[in-house]
């Protein structure tokens, strides 16, 4: 049975930094696209950011506009984990963050929630003005 499992969340300044982590069982990170969505209070869930692999190509990453040039995602296949570096927080990225898999998926698909069918439980970054 597949689980992802999310940490690093917490509390921050504005222009702060934290890394999530999503821990993975049962499943191997690096044969799937992984995902990292965000769900703000009344806000619907948004995408933030995925890992894939491109056939012939090597890894591949997808960034929202709001989170480019300040957030990273990265994985360790050694660990089976995938991270979320992010920088320069502001209060708007205030909102819980899950952790998704995506059996298959490519380019803009991998950017919509549809496409992911394993989730984790979520972690709350909390950005302070």
């Known amino acids: 049975q597949v689980q992802l499992v999310e940490s690093g969340g917490g509390l921050v300044q504005a222009g702060g930094s934290l890394r999530l982590s999503c821990l993975a069982s049962g499943r191997t990170v690096s044969w799937f696209t992984m995902g990292w969505f965000r769900q703000a209070p009344g806000k619907e869930r948004e995408f933030v950011a995925h890992i894939g692999v491109v056939p012939f190509r090597g890894t591949s990453t997808g960034y929202a506009d709001s989170v480019k040039g300040r957030f990273t995602i990265s994985r360790d296949n050694a660990k089976n984990t995938v991270y979320l570096q992010m920088n320069s927080l502001k209060p708007e990225d205030t909102a819980v963050y899950y952790c998704?898999?995506?059996?298959?998926?490519?380019?803009?698909?991998?950017?919509?929630?549809?496409?992911?069918?394993?989730w984790g439980q979520g972690t709350q970054v909390t950005v302070s003005s």
């Open positions: 998704a898999d995506s059996p298959r998926c490519s380019g803009d698909a991998c950017s919509s929630s549809d496409a992911y069918n394993i």
